[in-house]
């Protein structure tokens, strides 16, 4: 009687183990063949689409930057940036453009590097970029203006690895004394040596800052 009391509860013991770990690897996923956009995307049904889960999961969205995304679905930008703030940031950064004396989201193109994979058909990719500013075949990548309407429809194709906002250059002039001085106390050993580091010359190798 001892034995069947014993083998009925770790019987009972499996069971509610089987259980327990069936219901913690459900998943609500949403099939990416469900998402509707296409080179005419239509940015509001995008967003719809969105926020409602629906393109999560799209290889083509997990191919593009944060930002880009945001771009596309402001409701994933933080609490306390406002969608225009996000558009406007960009704008400002030299990252997007208004076209054609448009000034809403579907008139305007953002510059991107666009990083392509071996076997890459360039033509496809190009057809869909509205100007191209810079080409690094040898590197598989190149730099493009692309209109956000055709954003995902670039990222769609096979040639194309990922796709990430062309952060454009800081640059400052004049006298600089940056953080690294005090935290690895070089502001101590010019003053125990007596040295300022005048007459030094200092190299710097760059692909160069466009001013403009």
């Not at 996000?86 to 448009?102: S, T």
């Not at 005090?182 to 200092?202: F, M, P, W």
Request: net charge negative.
């Amino acid at each position: 009687m001892i034995e069947i009391m014993r083998y009925s509860l770790i019987f009972l013991l499996l069971i509610s183990t089987v259980i327990i770990t069936a219901s913690e690897q459900i998943i609500i996923e949403m099939d990416p063949k469900e998402y509707t956009g296409s080179s005419a995307i239509d940015l509001g049904a995008a967003r719809k689409e969105l926020s409602q889960g629906k393109v999560r999961n799209d290889p083509a969205l997990q191919k593009l930057s944060t930002d880009l995304f945001q771009l596309l679905h402001p409701e994933k930008l933080p609490e306390l940036i406002d969608p225009e703030l996000h558009v406007q940031a960009m704008a400002d950064h030299g990252q997007l453009r208004f076209l054609e004396g448009r000034t809403s989201l579907p008139g305007s193109a953002v510059h991107v590097y666009i990083y392509l994979k071996n076997g890459y058909n360039i033509m496809a990719v190009e057809q869909l970029c509205h100007e191209v500013t810079n080409r690094k075949l040898d590197y598989f990548y190149l730099s493009a203006w692309v209109k956000v309407r055709d954003l995902v429809a670039l990222a769609s194709l096979e040639e194309v690895r990922t796709i990430r906002t062309v952060m454009p250059p800081v640059y400052y002039t004049g006298t600089v004394t940056t953080q690294g001085d005090t935290l690895h106390k070089t502001a101590q050993v010019r003053e125990d040596y007596n040295q300022g580091g005048s007459q030094i010359r200092v190299g710097v190798i760059t692909d160069g800052v466009t001013h403009r």
